[in-house]
């Protein structure tokens, strides 16, 4: 079973940076797409950022030009780099990889408060 294990959050004020990393715990086979979500109290788990795996990058509106996704596949890692980092940017951030194969695997999630 493979596991992803995220890092990075934390506390940090408006304006702000923070990276998270995402480290699956081996390779996964046909890899469509390596995914960022955020779920912030009271409200649903939505899609931030998103890299396919022909390198095709997506993100929410709100975040363009302030987030960026990028991957190392030799370390199985994708990351999302965080600035201009904003109060309504707080929430639990999980990372999420689907492959060709079926597989649907998510993190346990990490927490990134941004204070004013």
């Known amino acids: 079973q493979v596991q992803l294990v995220e890092s990075g959050g934390g506390l940090v004020q408006a304006g702000g940076s923070l990276r998270l990393s995402c480290a699956a715990s081996r390779s996964i086979f046909g890899i469509n797409s390596m995914d960022w979500y955020r779920q912030a109290p009271g409200k649903q788990r939505e899609l931030v950022a998103r890299?396919?795996?022909?390198?095709?990058?997506n993100y929410k509106d709100t975040v363009k030009g302030r987030f960026t996704i990028s991957r190392d596949n030799a370390k199985n890692t994708v990351y999302l780099q965080m600035n201009s980092l904003k109060p309504e940017d707080t929430a639990v951030y999980y990372c999420?990889?689907?492959?060709?194969?079926?597989?649907?695997?998510w993190g346990q999630g990490t927490q990134v408060t941004v204070s004013s």
């Open positions: 999420n990889i689907l492959s060709a194969l079926g597989g649907n695997y």
């Open positions: 890299i396919t795996s022909g390198g095709q990058v």
